[in-house]
C-alpha cells in the first residue's frame, strides 16, 4: 500500500483500539458491499479483541448485504438499548456529511477510506486513493498488524473487493487486489456463493425497474454520453427504494462508445446523481462541480431544487466537460 506513514496511522488506530472498549462504526449512507462489507469486517475484528461494537445505522443495510456473517445478530441486537460508544469508526466514507442523518461521532475518531475527494477530520485520517476499496485498505492493515484471517473477516472484506472492483473488472483490479482475494479464499471466502447473494438475489421488481430505465437511455456527444433517470412515479410503480438497482449506471456505461454514462434518481428534495466512466474523463471532478464526489471512474453527487432544472445544469457541465 503506498501510504508512506501507514505503520503510525495503524499503531495510532490501534492505540485508540487499546484504551477503548464500545466503537460506533458507520459508513456512508445509502451503503453498498465495500461499505457494509468493511464496517462487518472491523465487527469481527473488534469483538475477537474482547470490544463491544455499536451500528450507526445498520437497518440501512440493503438485503443484497444480510448473508455478511454476523449481520442478522446484530439487526436483532440493535433493537435493544445500545451502549453510549467511546471511540468511532467512520469506513468508506470520505466526510461525516457523508454518513446517514443523527450521525454524532464519540471520543476519538478513526477515519479508512480510499475515496480521492476525502476530506474527513477524524484524529487519525487514513486514506488510500490507490486501493481498490476499504476492504482492501483493512487487509493491508490486519496483514501489517499479524491479526489473525478468520473466515468471517475474509468474507467480508472479500465481499468489499469483490463489490467495488465490478468483480475484478475495473482499473482499480491490481495483482496485489488478485492476491489478497486468493488469501481470502484460502482463508475461507466462497467466491461463487458471495457473488450469489451479492448479485442473483435481487427484487424481481428491480429487473423491471432496470429494463424501463435501460430502454430509456438518451444518447449523447455523438454516442460517448450516455444517460437515463428514475423518476419518483417510476420508482414507487416499481417497488420503491428496495427495487433501485444498485450501479445500474455501469450498465449504462457498457454500450460500444459510451465514456460517460448518468443515472438521475429523483428525490423528494431535488436528485442524486451517479456518474461513471469508462477509461478517459474524471468523473470524480464532474461531481465536484456540485459538491459531490468519489473516484475518477465512479462519483456522486445529491443536489437540492427542481428536478429539471438540476438535470439540465448537470447534463450541461457533463457535456461541456466531454468537450475538454
Ligand atoms: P454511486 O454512484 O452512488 O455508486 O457513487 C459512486 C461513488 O461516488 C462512490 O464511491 C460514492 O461514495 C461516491 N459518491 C456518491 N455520492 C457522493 C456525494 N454526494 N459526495 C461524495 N461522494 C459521493
Ligand atoms: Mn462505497
Ligand atoms: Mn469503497
Known sequence: MPIENLKS??????????????????????????????????????????????????????????????????????????????????????????????????????????????????????VDPAASSTGEMLYEILEARGLPLTEAVATCLYTSILTDTG???????????????????????????????????????????EGAVLADLRYECAGRLVWSEIRLDRLAAHGGEASEPEDLVSKMRSARGVEVSILFKETPTGLRVSFRSKHVVDVAALAGRFEGGGHARAAGAELTGGYDDLRRQVLETARAFMAQ
Open 167 to 209: 468483480s475484478f473488472r475495473y482499473s482499480n483490479t491490481t495483482g496485489r487486489v488478485m492476491a489478497i482475494a486468493g488469501r481470502l479464499i484460502e482463508a475461507g471466502a466462497d467466491p461463487a456463493a458471495i457473488a450469489r447473494a451479492c448479485f442473483e438475489n435481487r427484487e424481481p421488481a428491480s429487473l423491471i425497474l
Open 9 to 126: 496511522l495503524s499503531d495510532a488506530m490501534f492505540g485508540i483500539i487499546g484504551s477503548n472498549q464500545v466503537f460506533l462504526l458507520a459508513g456512508h449512507k445509502r451503503p453498498d458491499g465495500d461499505s457494509m462489507g468493511a464496517q462487518a469486517a472491523l465487527a469481527h475484528i473488534l469483538r475477537d479483541m474482547g470490544k463491544t461494537i455499536v451500528w450507526h445505522d445498520l437497518n440501512a443495510c440493503p438485503p443484497a448485504y444480510r448473508f455478511l456473517p454476523g449481520i442478522e445478530a446484530d439487526l436483532a441486537r440493535a433493537k435493544e438499548p445500545q451502549p453510549k460508544p467511546d471511540a468511532t469508526f467512520l469506513l468508506d466514507c470520505s466526510s461525516t456529511e457523508r454518513v446517514a442523518p443523527g450521525f454524532a461521532p464519540q471520543g476519538p475518531t478513526v477515519c479508512i477510506d480510499h475515496h480521492q475527494t476525502n476530506q474527513a477530520t477524524t484524529d487519525v485520517n487514513i
